[in-house]
């Protein structure tokens, strides 16, 4: 959208000002502003790479004050092994956050570029009789943010009415796992608007076998041959859109695949966490139960939980999108009309399904694992798995330790 509307630009301004604040966004918003035009575009901004710098600074001089406060907090249900695992969690998570925001810093320009075609992508398919929307997709997103907030807000809550830890103790718990969950669901704006580009050109590409296929039907009937310039316009330009779309999705995954290789494990990590202190009452009968501990570690995970699944099932939509509407059964039936009759439009369908033979469009963290709904089913499997050899270790010890008490009143 070269010249959005009034409530784009607000949406585009808003979710800047929001990512900004969290360093998420190194770059600034420029718009020329003329009599009748408003062009907008995303360029460098020093101050935001020296404010993702300063927060650096600050959290890792915050992390020597928040950590040894940690290794002294008590709290209910606590053991050796939650004290270790907490202490470990919280070492990773400023690690994590720290190293995220450096890695911004050093790739502003391909952020840059990413986020300059998401604003002008609308621009080209206004070529297109009748372009998608993009509006309820944006609507979708408001919601979908919405709901992260609220149930990160409930987390808090219930953390502070549990622990009673204050601003400190909840930027100890809940600074890393935002700042995770709003990367995530940055990735999961960016694949979202990503997502309709493609199912626009599905459809125009469609248009274009149908109508293509009806028209070269029509020609052998009454044996005359005509070449339609304006339909090869349309083929190329189409073919032109598709390149740059696959252009840009490589650098979505190229800029956010180190960003969740670091992420991916700290999820797991918390999951396994809170998923045995919720559990950790059922198979200890020692522990006390309490309410307010059980809603808060349950809001927790589902915190956790919610944006990598969201990501996942939108990367595989995406994958089904390039893979089944571009495929080469489609090419190559309109390429079988079209070749016979029309030298100068079959010669450009032939090398546009090439061109879709040989792109390989994947999300994927530093090539180490696909980002899909494979990946999410993986990390519940595997949390499930490590949470019974925890919970086994742990039981094993209270009876061990509970034996040698015997022993020795005996």
Same mark, same amino acid.
């Given at each position: $959208? ?19 604040? /969290? ?24 101050? !935001?790479?020296?404010?993702?710098? #300063? ?5 890792? &001089? ?6 040894? *406060? ?25 690690? /994590? ?16 570029? %990413? ?25 979708? +997103? ?10 990160? %807000? ?33 990735? #999961?704006?960016?694949?979202?608007? $990503? ?11 469609? @248009? ?7 028209? @070269? ?9 005509? =070449? ?35 992420? =991916? ?12 202190? +919720? ?7 020692? $522990?006390?139960?309490?309410? @307010?501990?059980? %809603? ?8 956790? /939980? ?22 080469? *059964?489609?090419? !190559? ?8 009759? *029309?030298?100068?439009? !079959?010669?450009? +369908?032939?090398? #546009? ?5 040989? *792109? ?26 490590? +949470? ?21 009143? &005996?």
């Amino acid at each position: $959208m070269a010249y959005p509307s009034r409530w784009t630009y607000r949406a585009i301004l808003w979710c800047h000002i929001i990512f900004k604040i /969290m360093g998420l966004s190194p770059i600034s918003i420029h718009y020329e502003d003329s009599k009748t035009k408003r062009t907008l575009f995303f360029g460098r901004s020093k101050t !935001g790479i020296f404010y993702n710098v #300063f927060l650096t600074i600050s959290l890792v &001089a915050l992390s020597f004050i928040t950590l040894p *406060r940690l290794y002294h907090r008590s709290y209910l249900n606590q053991s050796s092994l939650t004290c270790v695992v907490e202490m470990v969690q919280a070492a990773y998570g400023v690690l /994590m956050v720290t190293t995220i925001l450096l890695c911004y810093v050093f790739k502003w320009s391909i952020q840059k570029r %990413i986020c300059n075609y998401l604003v002008h992508a609308e621009g080209q398919f206004r070529f297109f009789r009748e372009p998608i929307s993009i509006y309820p997709t944006l609507r979708k +997103l408001l919601i979908i943010y919405i709901v992260q907030t609220i149930v990160c %807000i409930s987390a808090v809550v219930t953390e502070e009415i549990s622990f009673h830890n204050g601003p400190l103790g909840w930027a100890l718990d809940f600074l890393p796992t935002a700042f995770a969950a709003n990367i995530l669901f940055q990735y #999961f704006s960016v694949i979202s608007l $990503m997502t309709v580009n493609f199912v626009r050109a599905n459809e125009a590409f469609e @248009s274009v076998c149908r109508s293509s296929i009806v028209d @070269s039907k029509s020609l052998n009937r009454c044996r005359r041959v005509f =070449v339609n310039c304006s339909m090869l316009q349309y083929l190329r330009h189409l073919r032109n859109i598709y390149d740059g779309l696959c252009e840009v999705t490589d650098e979505i995954s190229q800029f956010y695949s180190f960003p969740t290789l670091i992420i =991916v494990p700290f999820i797991f990590y918390s999951l396994i966490f809170n998923l045995y202190y +919720l559990l950790q009452p059922l198979f200890d009968s020692d $522990m006390d139960f309490e309410l @307010s501990n059980f %809603i808060n570690t349950a809001t927790l995970i589902v915190y956790l /939980m919610y944006d990598p699944g969201l990501l996942t099932a939108k990367i595989t939509i995406i994958l089904k999108e390039v893979g089944l509407h571009f495929c080469a *059964r489609n090419v !190559g039936e309109c390429f079988c009309w079209q070749g016979k009759f *029309r030298l100068a439009f !079959g010669k450009t +369908l032939k090398q #546009f399904s090439l061109q879709l033979l040989h *792109r390989q469009i994947k999300f994927s963290a530093n090539d180490y694992f696909n980002l899909d709904n494979s990946l999410f089913q993986s990390i519940i499997s595997t949390v499930m798995a490590y +949470l019974v050899i925890l919970i086994q270790l742990e039981t094993g010890y209270k009876s061990s330790h509970d034996c040698q008490c015997n022993c020795t009143i &005996a």
